[in-house]
C-alpha cells in the first residue's frame, strides 16, 4: 500500500506544508522577492539557491517543506527515490531570457548560468543534488496538471527499483509561479496517511 | 513482452531508418561545416540540407501550417503509422513526444503566420495529435539528453502496467540559434567532426533529427527487429547540473538497475551517449569499467549525426536495431586513439558478428543518465 | 588599482548571484575557486562573459582562465595588462 506522507503548495504568493501556512507574501513585493522571503522564512542555508532560475527555486521551496515533515530521506535508501514533475510552460520562464541575449547581435552575450536552466528537468537536478537523491527521474510537460498521469507513472515505478517518490507539479511562466511537491512511500506500516489514489493526489492539489 | 516494432530516422543521412544504415555503412556522415541562416561565422553541424527538405514536406498536408520540426514530426510519426497499420485514433494507442526544446524557433520570430503559443510544448504536441486524429493527448517528456531513450523505456512501462497496447515513441529537435549559441557560451561545440571517446576530442556538434519507434505488445508487430525491450532504468548523479559525475554514480548505478538478473553474455555491443566532450566521455569510460562491461565493444553515433538532444535516444535506439538486425557493429565515427581512463573498446571498424543483444545509455545536464537493453527473440540471421 | 578590484567584486557579486556574499568579504588575494565562494565550473565561465560585458575582453581558450581567474587581483591586473580598465 502506497501513501502519501507529505506535501507542500505555493500559490498566490503562500507557501503552504501539509495545509499549514509557511510563509505569506501575498499581500506585498515582486516574485523574486517573494522567492527570496520564503527562502528565508524556511531558515534555509544553500547559497546556491540564489543562482537558480524561478521554476528551480518554486521548486527547490516547496521540495524542502514538504520534506521537512517527512522522514523519507532516511527511512529509504536514496537510490531508489524517484523524481517525477511535470509543468506547462516547460522552461519557457528561462527560455526567454537567453532568446533576449542573443536577440541583439550588438549585445550578444548568451550566458552559461541561464542556458542551463533551458532545460526543465534542472530543476530534477538540483532537488536530486541538495538532497542526494539519486533515483529514478522523469519530467512531464502536459498542458495542465494531470494527476492520472502521475498516478500511472508512480505506480509503473513502485513496480519496478523505486521505494519512494518525490512527484508534482512546478510551474513558471512570468508572473504565474505555482508549485505542488508530494512525497509517496511504499510502505507496510499501517499508517494514517492519504492512501496513493487519483482522487487524493486531485484533492490536495487543489487545496 | 514489450517489443521494438516499426521505426523511422529522419536526418541529413536519410529519411528512413534504412536509408539512415545503408549511408552509414557507405561510410558517410552527416556532419559537416555550413553557415546557418542566423550567423556568418561557420559552424560545424549536422543540418536538414533546405533542398531534401522542401521535397519531402511537400508530402505533408497543409505544409505551410507546421513549423519545421512539426513537419518533420509528421514524415516521421506518419511513415511509422504507415507501415505498420496502426490506427492512431485507437484508445489503446498513445504517442509520446520527446524533445528538449520543440518550436524554440517560434521565439526567433520565423513563423509570422504560426500562432506563438505552440512555442508551448502541450500545444506543440496537441498539433500532432490533432494532424493524425491521435485517441489520447500525446505525453511529452522533456528530460534534456536523456528524453529520448527514457521516452522508449516509459513507452515500456505504460504497456506493461496495461494502460496501452501500442506506443509510439517519436524524439525531435531542430537546429536553432537559441541551442547553438548556449552550447558555445558552454565553450562545449568542437568546431571539427567530433571524435567521441578520442584523444584528441573537443566536443560536440549539434544536429537535427527526428526519429519515430512503435513500441508494442503484440507479438505479429515485432517482425522488423523481432527484438524486446527487456530492461531499462533511470538514474541521477546528485552532483552537478551541468557537469556528470566524475565516478560515473548515475550511469553506474542505472546500468546496475537495467542488467540486473540478466546475462551479459549475448550482448553485441553498447551504444553509449559518446557526446565527445572530455567530461561526458570520461565519465562514460569509468561507469562502463565500474559496471563489468569492459570487454562489451562499444560506439558512438554522434560523429555521423551531431548531438540530436530530444532525438538522440530514439534515433540511436533505431539505428543500433537496425545494427543488430544486419548482424553488424558499426564503427564509432571520429574514433582513432583511446582518450579516456576507463577501460572499454571503442568499434573502430563496421564489421559483422553474430550476437542477440544490445544495450543503450544516455547522460544529460541535470545530472539524468538512463540505460536499457534491447534482445533479440528469435535467433536465425537475416543478413 | 584598489578601485578596479572594488568595482569588480561588485561585478562578481552580480554576475554570479552571490547573493549571500558582500564585497567586503572577498579577500582580493584569495583564490576565487576551490573552498570560499564555492564556484563551480559554470561560474567560470560566467566570469568569462563578465569580462566581455563590462570590459570588452574575448578569452579565446578558457584553459587561460586557471591564471586569470586566480583572485580578484589577478583578474583586475589582467584587466590593466589588456589596457581595458
Known amino acids: 500500500m502506497k501513501h502519501i506522507t507529505s506535501y507542500a503548495h505555493i500559490k498566490h504568493r503562500r507557501l503552504t506544508a501539509n495545509g499549514s501556512l509557511i510563509f505569506d507574501g501575498s499581500s506585498s513585493g515582486s516574485l523574486p522577492e517573494f522567492l527570496t522571503d520564503a527562502y528565508r522564512a524556511q531558515g534555509m542555508s544553500y547559497p546556491k539557491y540564489h543562482k537558480m532560475d524561478t521554476l528551480c527555486k518554486l521548486g527547490m521551496l516547496c521540495m524542502e517543506a514538504a520534506v521537512k515533515e517527512s522522514g523519507m530521506l532516511t527511512e529509504y535508501p536514496l537510490d531508489k527515490i524517484a523524481i517525477v514533475l511535470a509543468n506547462a510552460a516547460s522552461s519557457m520562464d528561462t527560455d526567454r531570457v537567453h532568446q533576449a541575449s542573443i536577440s541583439d547581435k550588438a549585445a550578444y552575450f548568451p550566458s552559461p548560468a541561464v542556458f542551463v536552466y533551458t532545460l526543465p528537468n534542472i530543476v530534477i537536478g538540483e532537488i536530486a543534488i541538495k538532497y542526494k537523491i539519486t533515483g529514478e527521474n522523469a519530467f512531464f510537460v502536459s498542458e495542465c496538471f494531470d494527476a492520472g498521469l502521475l498516478l500511472n507513472y508512480l505506480e509503473a515505478l513502485f513496480h519496478g527499483e523505486t521505494q519512494a517518490a518525490v512527484c508534482g507539479w512546478v510551474e513558471a511562466d512570468g508572473d504565474a509561479a505555482e508549485a505542488f511537491i508530494f512525497l509517496v512511500e511504499k510502505s507496510n506500516k499501517s499508517s494514517n496517511f492519504k492512501p496513493l489514489n487519483q482522487e487524493a493526489i486531485t484533492e490536495l492539489y487543489n487545496q | 513482452m514489450v517489443f521494438t516494432s516499426y521505426s523511422n530516422i529522419i536526418s541529413p543521412l536519410g529519411f528512413t531508418s534504412q536509408e539512415n544504415y545503408q549511408a552509414i555503412r557507405a561510410g558517410k556522415t552527416g556532419v559537416q561545416n555550413m553557415v546557418l541562416p542566423f550567423s556568418k561565422e561557420p559552424f560545424c553541424v549536422a543540418s536538414i540540407g533546405e533542398a531534401e527538405f522542401e521535397k519531402q514536406i511537400s508530402k505533408v498536408r497543409g505544409a505551410s501550417a507546421h513549423t519545421r520540426l512539426e513537419a518533420l514530426s509528421i514524415l516521421s510519426i506518419g511513415d511509422v503509422l504507415a507501415q505498420s497499420g496502426i490506427d492512431p485514433a485507437d484508445r489503446r494507442t498513445l504517442l509520446i513526444y520527446s524533445t528538449t526544446k520543440g518550436n524554440i524557433d517560434i521565439l526567433e520570430g520565423r513563423y509570422p503566420s504560426i500562432p506563438s503559443e505552440r512555442a508551448y510544448l502541450p500545444a506543440f504536441a496537441k498539433h500532432l495529435q490533432d494532424y493524425f486524429k491521435f485517441a489520447h493527448t500525446p505525453v511529452v517528456v522533456s528530460n534534456a539528453c536523456i528524453s529520448g531513450l527514457l521516452a522508449v523505456i516509459i513507452a515500456k512501462r505504460f504497456i506493461e502496467q496495461g494502460t496501452y497496447d501500442n506506443v509510439i515513441v517519436c524524439g525531435g529537435d531542430i537546429l536553432s540559434e537559441f541551442t547553438i549559441s548556449g552550447f558555445k557560451s558552454f565553450n562545449a561545440m568542437s568546431a571539427e567532426p567530433s571524435r567521441p571517446f578520442d584523444a584528441n576530442r573537443t566536443g560536440i556538434n549539434l544536429g537535427e533529427a527526428v526519429a519515430t519507434l512503435l513500441v508494442t505488445n503484440k507479438k505479429e508487430l515485432s517482425a522488423p527487429y523481432h527484438t524486446e525491450i527487456v530492461s531499462g532504468a533511470s538514474a541521477n548523479d546528485a552532483n552537478h547540473i551541468s557537469g556528470p559525475s566524475r565516478t560515473g554514480e548515475g550511469l553506474l548505478q542505472a546500468l546496475q538497475n537495467t542488467l540486473k538478473d540478466q546475462s551479459t553474455e549475448d550482448v553485441g555491443f553498447i551504444s553509449a551517449h559518446g557526446t565527445a566532450t572530455p567530461f561526458n566521455d570520461e565519465m562514460e569510460s569509468i561507469a562502463f569499467e565500474r559496471a563489468g562491461l569492459s570487454g562489451i565493444p562499444l560506439n558512438s553515433l554522434k560523429g555521423y549525426y551531431g548531438h540530436t538532444l530530444g532525438a538522440a535516444g530514439v534515433l540511436e535506439t533505431a539505428l543500433s536495431l537496425e545494427a543488430m538486425k544486419h548482424q553488424e557493429l558499426v564503427r564509432s565515427e571520429g574514433y582513432a586513439a583511446k582518450g579516456v581512463s576507463g577501460n572499454i573498446r571503442v568499434i573502430e571498424s563496421h564489421q559483422p558478428k553474430s550476437y542477440s543483444a544490445f544495450i543503450k545509455t544516455a547522460s544529460g545536464f541535470g545530472g539524468c543518465n538512463a540505460a536499457a537493453l534491447f534482445r533479440r527473440t528469435i535467433n536465425h540471421i537475416d543478413r | ?85
Open chain 3, 1 to 85: 588599482m584598489d578601485a578596479l578590484i572594488e568595482k569588480l567584486k561588485g561585478q562578481i557579486i552580480e554576475q554570479l548571484n552571490l547573493a549571500e556574499v558582500k564585497p567586503e568579504e572577498i579577500n582580493p588575494d584569495s583564490p576565487l575557486f576551490g573552498e570560499g565562494l564555492g564556484l563551480d565550473s559554470i561560474d567560470a565561465l560566467e566570469l568569462i562573459v563578465l569580462l566581455e560585458k563590462h570590459y570588452g575582453i574575448k578569452i579565446e581558450d578558457p584553459k587561460d582562465g586557471k591564471t586569470i581567474f586566480q583572485s580578484v587581483r589577478t583578474m583586475a591586473e589582467y584587466i590593466k595588462s589588456q589596457g581595458k580598465s
